[in-house]
């Protein structure tokens, strides 16, 4: 036993060292590949919309002033989105401002931003590993097999490539987080402390990862009905949870905000059934001296509570985050957005992003499969917690692309643990060539066997099986240059004005010019989508004019990069069909060069008017 404890501290130690080495691998990486882009513009609309955010909050607006007044004028939009995380990348900011000035500041904050979370969620994922691994000679070649996989697994980071300040990769490391505490084992309250909190945080944040904390929720409660020594641990957990939630909703919603219920965010409704919750978790850990079935009955009572509580302030939310966006909005926008596309569709569109989602849930189902061979394993609560971790994120990842950097996180502490296992074979005190380990680490990272199979599959098949999509669909790589900031110059150097384009472009207008857009990818915009979906596809020489100047619209904006996108409005004689074949109506002028990649065009006054038409901006 003396020399089991030593060993587990000597792989402690070398933890934070691992994460280290691989979080400078993978951020040098990164860094060198991409940094140019940065400077070029934004990675997609939700960092656009993010940086707009952050930018009225340095300039001035009211830490609960969360109104974009500059999206679907004269509304604008509250946006549902986190105070706390712009608060963040403000302070970021206005640090590197002090040493660099307020012009590369901004960048630098894109730049490092999301690289400076790589670390923390590494050391995150090798904690699980080890929790997982068990033995500390297992655990020594777990961890080094893991850290082989994030060094090779890029689509572990997806959400933290140099430009994204947008909520996804906060997200996903407040969750790995939680995961890791809740995975912690021992008497300290260190890990349930941090799981706590971290949920609380992460709720505030955005609540796409609120299912898997509910089944962490669930994990620590199961624990404490199993073995009553849990109710420590369990306790502090609670308390945890319930100083985050509380804190974060008081801070960052508006105090006129706090009785107004939202299913998309941290509203009194999810803020008031976590606080039962994660007081009733922190009452009913008094238990512990009471037999199991008391226990159970404690744990009933307070997810009764929790529930009622939830569906008594906002019952429509049974329905999930959705549930209150206008169902005229789906079949126009939310069904066509990409990361909303489920695997079946997404291998018919992007094979070789849908088989690495694939071969991620089918290898590391099977690792946590070979894991459980292990007696001592499957006795671990890490275990069926990676399990129901790991079973949520490939369910998810089924259902939306969006989900998949869940699905790859998961699969990494099976995945490790497998290969520990399998390299120490039946003699699990011998020493492993370290050679060895990174080797097989490597060759059952997903995205390595994904892209092996991906090579084999253009070796076998045939060049004629795949016949070549029609030219006029193609568009070739590098074309799309409709997001670059120097797209958005000739429209930045006009007087002001409410834009009209499709709504992917609409938080690049705002982020690149001081005019206003009337619509945006975001669901609490139905106004903007509604009006400015039917005014691109009414008929251009028709009723397009009334519709565009009725919105007091003076500029429309034509991406035909964008014209083969399957969500594009393609009726005949519709506004949208005539620009993107280059023949737009008379009561437009274009003010770009044809060969511009962003086509600016300026609607004519009104001849039914005694002067211009009033535009919004003027």
Wanted: glycine share 10%; with cysteine; charged share 15%.
């Amino acid at each position: 036993m003396p020399q089991s404890r030593l060993t587990d501290a000597r792989s402690t130690t070398r933890l934070l060292p691992t994460a280290l080495v691989v979080w400078v691998l993978v951020a040098g990486y990164l860094l060198l590949r991409e940094h140019l882009s940065v400077d070029r513009g934004f990675g997609d609309s939700d960092d656009a919309t993010r940086m707009t955010m952050v930018r009225d909050l340095l300039h001035g607006r009211g830490w609960y002033d969360q109104r974009l007044t500059r999206f679907q004028p004269p509304y604008g939009v509250y946006m549902h989105w986190s105070r706390l995380l712009d608060g963040a990348l403000a302070m970021v900011e206005r640090t590197f401002a002090l040493g660099f000035g307020e012009a590369r500041a901004e960048l630098l904050t894109r730049l490092l931003w999301p690289l400076a979370l790589i670390g923390p969620a590494v050391a995150a994922g090798l904690c699980i590993t080890r929790r997982l691994a068990g033995d500390p000679p297992i655990q020594r070649v777990a961890m080094l097999a893991a850290a082989a996989g994030c060094v090779a697994s890029l689509p572990l980071y997806a959400q933290f490539h140099p430009g994204r300040i947008d909520h996804h990769n906060v997200q996903l490391l407040l969750w790995l987080t939680a995961y890791a505490g809740a995975a912690s084992r021992g008497p300290g309250i260190g890990g349930a402390v941090a799981a706590g909190a971290a949920m609380g945080v992460g709720l505030a944040i955005g609540l796409e990862a609120l299912p898997f904390y509910a089944v962490i929720g669930g994990f620590m409660a199961s624990r404490f009905i199993l073995r009553a020594e849990e109710a420590t641990r369990l306790g502090a957990f609670g308390l945890a949870l319930f100083g985050s939630t509380a804190a974060a909703f008081l801070v960052q919603t508006p105090p006129a905000r706090w009785g107004a219920p939202a299913c998309d965010a941290l509203a009194i409704n999810l803020a008031a059934a976590v606080c039962v919750a994660s007081a009733g978790l922190a009452a009913a850990s008094a238990t512990h001296g009471m037999r199991l079935t008391a226990r159970l009955g404690a744990m009933g009572i307070v997810a009764l509570l929790a529930a009622l509580t939830y569906v008594g302030l906002d019952p429509q939310c049974l329905h999930g985050p959705f549930a209150e966006v206008d169902g005229r909005i789906r079949p126009i926008w939310l069904s066509g957005v990409q990361e909303m596309t489920p695997l079946p569709v997404l291998l018919q569109k992007d094979l070789p992003t849908g088989l690495t989602v694939a071969v991620a849930m089918v290898a590391s189902a099977l690792a946590w499969a070979a894991v459980g061979l292990s007696a001592a394993r499957r006795r671990s609560p890490t275990f069926w917690l990676a399990g129901l971790m790991l079973g949520l994120a490939i369910a998810s990842s089924w259902a939306m692309l969006r989900m998949s950097s869940y699905l790859f996180w998961s699969a990494l502490a099976p995945i490790a643990t497998a290969t520990a296992m399998l390299v120490m074979g039946r003699s699990p005190g011998r020493q492993a060539d370290p050679v060895r380990v990174v080797a097989v680490g490597l060759a059952l990272t997903p995205a390595v066997l994904a892209s092996l199979m991906l090579f084999c599959l253009r070796i076998w098949t045939p060049a004629h099986a795949s016949p070549a999509a029609p030219a006029s669909t193609l568009v070739q790589p590098g074309a799309d240059r409709c997001f670059e900031a120097g797209s958005y110059d000739q429209l930045a150097r006009l007087a002001p004005g409410t834009v009209l384009a499709e709504p992917d472009l609409g938080p690049f207008v705002v982020a690149h010019t001081s005019s206003s857009a009337v619509s945006a990818p975001y669901h609490r915009m139905a106004f903007g989508l509604l009006a400015g979906h039917a005014a691109l596809a009414a008929p251009a020489s028709g009723g397009a004019a009334a519709m565009t100047r009725a919105l007091h619209v003076r500029y429309v904006l034509e991406c035909r990069a964008h014209a083969a996108a399957g969500d594009r409005i393609r009726a005949a004689g519709s506004l949208q069909a005539a620009l993107d074949a280059g023949r737009p109506p008379d009561w437009l002028e274009r003010l770009s060069p044809s060969a511009a990649p962003l086509q600016v065009y300026r609607v004519r006054p009104s001849l039914t008017t005694s002067g211009p038409s009033r535009q919004i901006g003027e």
